[in-house]
Structure formats: structure tokens, C-alpha cells
């Protein structure tokens, strides 16, 4: 899950365009076996709103194995 410079979220490389799209790939994810490890990350311009919302809308569905990758650019 990416979230570009807009505070867009993509999936998989593809812009999602509402937050229910985001809730229906989460809600896929949640039934696979074993779950999926999700790996977001964001761009440093992202609103902080747009990722706390991914954060949270996964664990609210019971995802519990997401990771953030790329916040190496935040060091500095």
C-alpha cells in the first residue's frame, strides 16, 4: 500500500478512488490464509491523515501484520 505526495492510496501500484475501495482490498486481505503481510508506505509529503486512516482501517477489519517500508527518507 502506497500513499503518494496527494495522500493517494494505492494498491498494488494502482490508485484507489474512494476509501471503500481501500476497505474492500483490506477485507479481501483479511480472508486470505495465512493473512498476507501488508507493507505500507508513504511519501514524505502524505497527510498524516491519509496514512493513519490505513493504519486504522486495517486493524479495525483485523489486520494484524502491517509493516511500514521506505521510513528511512524521514531520518534527518
Excluded at 1 to 17: H, Q, R, T
Excluded at 26 to 54: C, D, G, I, N
Aim: aromatic fraction near 4%; glycine fraction near 6%; avoid cysteine.
Amino acid at each position: 500500500i502506497d500513499v503518494d505526495a496527494n495522500s493517494v492510496i494505492n494498491w498494488n501500484g494502482k490508485p484507489l478512488a474512494t476509501r471503500a475501495d481501500l476497505d474492500l482490498k483490506l477485507q479481501e486481505a483479511t480472508k486470505m490464509e495465512p493473512q498476507p503481510e501488508l507493507h505500507l508506505r508513504s511519501h514524505a509529503k502524505a497527510k498524516y491523515e491519509a496514512v493513519a486512516a490505513v493504519m486504522a482501517n486495517a486493524q479495525r477489519l483485523g489486520l494484524n501484520k502491517l509493516g511500514i517500508v521506505g521510513s528511512e527518507q524521514f531520518v534527518n
